[in-house]
């Protein structure tokens, strides 16, 4: 007789690992080659490039109305500031339209709305979640740092609270407090998403795969990788300033643009 072995499983049985993808070296070129590209991007179809930035803008106006008609004040600059982080998973449309492009590949409004409907059923809703959790973690610590440092502090209306947070030592401190978070919580997310949502939309992985990529991509590159997300930042930061309007131009090409640099940072999918 035969010992069976309990527990035992033959090693064919068990699920392989998804491969890593290869990340490769970049240099500034490759940014100043995407930009080109992402533009080119916009160009070749900028109304419905600029559709998504106008979706973009129009939600943030909406968002910050919401705010003002329920009193919310104190939220109007932390949402507005942290409105951007959610920008990756917005450009999924984008991201769409440059592989198409790239390919030579036709395509209309409904290939494109279809493409990000049938993203709920693949891992990309798993990096929208984590995209939301950072960002309600941005405006929970900014509740957290107003409640301990401008507890005394009254606001009637939005120019009393720019008032206070500009023109009061208090205002200062909290204001430095929450600049150093944000900006930690902007280069945890700008690290994991900046190659993981392209990814995810052009090839079949799981989001903790893409993310460890993603990371890879910052950690290998990072000169480069900070130029681009100081890039980001900047655009990002002057498209608010008039009204959101800015979005309109600036969020479609920084998203064509994001994806050809996913292109050069990985290797494309076997097969």
């Not at 920084?254 to 050809?260: E, F, R, Y």
Request: some cysteine; proline content about 6%.
């Amino acid at each position: 007789m035969t010992p069976k072995t309990e527990g035992s499983r033959p090693q064919e049985n068990l699920a392989p690992r998804p491969a890593m993808p290869k990340v490769n070296k970049m240099t500034a070129g490759d940014i100043t080659a995407s930009l080109k590209a992402g533009f080119s991007d916009f160009l070749a179809r900028p109304f419905m490039s600029g559709f998504f930035g106008l979706f973009y803008a129009v939600f943030g106006l909406l968002f910050v109305w919401c705010l003002v008609w329920l009193g919310k004040i104190w939220m109007i600059i932390p949402a507005i500031i942290g409105f951007p982080l959610v920008a990756p998973f917005a450009a999924a449309g984008l991201y769409e339209m440059s592989r198409r492009l790239q390919n030579g590949e036709g395509f209309g409004w409904v290939d494109i709305l279809g493409v990000m409907a049938n993203q709920r059923k693949r891992e990309l809703g798993w990096m929208a979640f984590v995209t939301l959790f950072i960002f309600w973690v941005w405006v929970y610590q900014i509740r957290l740092w107003l409640a301990i440092i401008l507890k005394n502090a009254s606001f009637g209306d939005f120019d009393g609270f720019l008032n206070t947070v500009f023109f009061t030592p208090e205002g200062w401190i909290f204001l430095a407090i929450g600049t150093g978070v944000g900006a930690f919580l902007s280069a945890v997310l700008f690290t994991v998403t900046v190659v993981a949502m392209p990814m995810l939309l052009d090839r079949e992985t799981n989001f903790v795969t893409a993310m460890l990529t993603s990371i890879r991509v910052v950690t290998e590159n990072p000169v480069v990788m900070l130029t681009w997300a100081a890039i980001i930042s900047v655009t990002m930061l002057l498209s608010l300033v008039p009204a959101f309007l800015g979005l309109i131009f600036t969020l479609p090409i920084l998203g064509h643009t994001t994806w050809h640099l996913y292109q050069r940072a990985v290797t494309p999918a076997e097969g």
